[in-house]
Structure formats: structure tokens, C-alpha cells
């Protein structure tokens, strides 16, 4: 994605770096998404809804990222496929965080038991809408390939719009992310807080999964400002390329799956299924190697992708 528009005045020296960097770091994402879309698949236990959305979360990010590598700028069906397909589906991947934000908000802060009958209504508004920005992108584009990235856009109404389609709604997602984690972790403070001055075991939550949540925005901030500044640098200077700019850009977008798969997929449950399927399948001259069975059944299981339960509910 990120890869597709700053190919401009770059030497055929630096195009190569980049494609190398896109290459790896997009095999990385889709390496990293696939195994959290396998464990879904393998799994049994790990199909609740909280952690479906993290499934289609990955999912999204496999295929984005699948797209960011393969394409083929010398036949124009192939090209123009890229460009769309993974437009796409960088824009589900980061609307289906909101989702997941917006499941831990109604669940912890407004005690809702009903995020499972908006599934529906997830996947309208997930892929509705990235079908929607995809094909306003189309409006104002110049449907041409420099070097080895399809879909470039040299003209100023084509960079309006990407940045309209694109970046406009991720940094709307940043702000909701950010303002809705904010009220998740300010509610399980107040509530820890109480707990330990009634020395009630029952309302005290995991503190470091608390703290993880706040990381969670920056993900996307991560993966994206380097981008966001090298769009405004180009509409501005459309022809003086930075080179360390665009690399940060290319890189850091395409790690995006990645960084998703690590924080998102790799919770508690999933490290507890694998350590089951090890546990039984492992030698057992090895299995010192492995963690204590008792230890790893024991782990408080981490609430950011659990529909948590306040008791006055239950």
C-alpha cells in the first residue's frame, strides 16, 4: 500500500531497496497474520466471538500484505488488481481494530452483553466501507506503474484523494482507538482501585494486559505516520523525493500485520491452546524445554480480546 505511491523521482538503485524492503517486510506480516489465522482454523477453544474479530483482523492483514508482494506492473488486469486489492484490505484491517475497540468499550464501560448480535453489522461496515473508499480512490487517478509498484498516483487530484480514502479514515480510527481505550483502561483502574481497598479478589484485572491496551493505538501510528508525512511532503514537493522518508515509509507500513499478529493474536489463550497441542505431542525428553504445564494453565487469561463480565450482570 504504502509502496504504491512513492516511486516518483526515486533512482532504479533506490526502487530496488525498497522492493526488497516491501518484499520482507510484507512476508514477515503475512507469515506473522497466517499462523494467528491458522491457529483460529486449528483451534476449537478459540473460536469466540471476541477473538473471531481478531481472526478477520489477521485475515485482512495476510491478504493485504499478499497483495503488497505479488503483481505484476508489465500486464496492466494484474497491476490495476494490486492496487485495488490491497487498498482494500489495509483499510479493513485497521476498521476491524475499531471493531474490537468498540466490542471492549460497550462490554466494559457500558456493560452491553449484545456485541455478538452486531456481527452483522460489523461486516457491513468493515468491508462496506473499504469497498466504498476503494472505488471513490479510482475517481482522479492516473492508472499507470512506475518501476515495480502499480498504481502511482502523479497527479495532484489523484494524491488528494488517496489521502482522502486512505489516510483520512485511518487516522479517524487512530483517534477512536485511542479515546476509546482510554475510557476501557480508566474504568478498570477505578475498579482495581476499589478492589484492592475492599481486598476483593474478584474485580482485580491483570495490570500488564491493562497496560498493553494503551500500546495498541500506537501500532497503527506507528505503521503509518512515516507514510502520512511522506504523503503531505509529496503533494507539497510533488518532485524531490526523500529517500530515508520513503524507506521508513515502506518499511514500517509493511510491518503492519506483523506488529497487528504480535499484539492482537498472541494473547494468553492462543499461547495456552499451542502449549496444549506441544504438551501432547511433544517427546518427553524435551519437555523440559517447555514451560510447567501447571504454570501455563494457571495464567490469568487476558481480557483485551475477552467479552469481559461485570458480576452485577451475571
Not at 182 to 190: C, D, E, G, H, S
Amino acid at each position: 500500500m504504502a509502496a504504491a505511491a512513492v516511486a516518483g523521482s526515486l533512482t532504479a538503485h533506490d526502487r530496488r531497496i525498497l522492493t526488497a524492503l516491501n518484499t520482507g517486510a510484507s512476508s514477515l506480516s503475512f507469515v506473522g497474520s497466517g499462523f494467528i489465522v491458522l491457529c483460529y482454523c486449528l483451534f476449537k477453544e478459540l473460536r469466540k466471538f471476541s477473538f473471531k474479530l481478531v481472526f478477520f483482523l489477521a485475515l485482512s492483514d495476510m491478504l493485504c500484505s499478499f497483495f503488497s508482494i505479488v503483481g505484476d506492473p508489465s500486464k496492466g488486469f494484474f497491476c490495476s488488481a494490486q492496487g485495488y486489492s490491497t487498498h482494500f484490505f489495509c483499510v479493513a484491517s485497521f476498521l476491524w481494530t475499531t471493531t474490537i475497540a468498540f466490542t471492549l468499550h460497550r462490554t466494559v464501560v457500558q456493560h452491553k452483553t449484545d456485541v455478538e448480535d452486531l456481527e452483522a453489522m460489523f461486516h457491513l461496515y468493515v468491508w462496506g466501507t473499504s469497498l466504498v473508499v476503494t472505488v471513490v480512490r479510482s475517481f482522479g487517478n492516473d492508472h499507470r506503474h512506475l518501476g515495480v509498484w502499480c498504481w502511482t498516483q502523479t497527479g495532484r487530484t489523484g494524491k488528494a484523494v488517496h489521502f482522502i480514502t486512505f489516510y483520512a479514515p485511518l487516522w479517524g480510527a487512530i483517534l477512536y482507538n485511542g479515546f476509546t481505550y482510554f475510557q476501557v483502561i480508566r474504568m478498570l483502574n477505578n475498579a482495581t482501585r476499589v478492589a484492592v481497598g475492599m481486598s476483593d479478589r474478584a474485580y482485580q484485572f491483570d495490570m500488564k494486559a491493562l497496560n498493553r491496551w494503551g500500546y495498541y493505538p500506537l501500532i497503527l501510528i506507528g505503521s503509518w505516520a512515516f507514510g502520512t508525512i511522506n504523503r503531505i511532503h509529496d503533494f507539497i514537493e510533488p518532485g524531490h523525493k526523500i529517500f530515508w522518508l520513503t524507506f521508513l515509509d515502506v518499511g514500517t507500513a509493511a510491518l503492519m500485520g506483523l506488529f497487528n499478529s504480535i499484539a492482537y493474536g498472541l494473547n494468553s489463550s492462543v499461547r495456552r491452546a499451542i502449549h496444549e497441542r506441544l504438551d501432547l505431542f511433544w517427546p518427553d525428553r524435551f519437555r523440559k524445554w517447555l514451560p510447567s504445564s501447571s504454570k501455563v494453565r494457571n495464567q490469568q487469561q487476558e481480557s483485551e480480546l475477552v467479552s469481559l463480565k461485570v458480576e452485577d450482570q451475571q
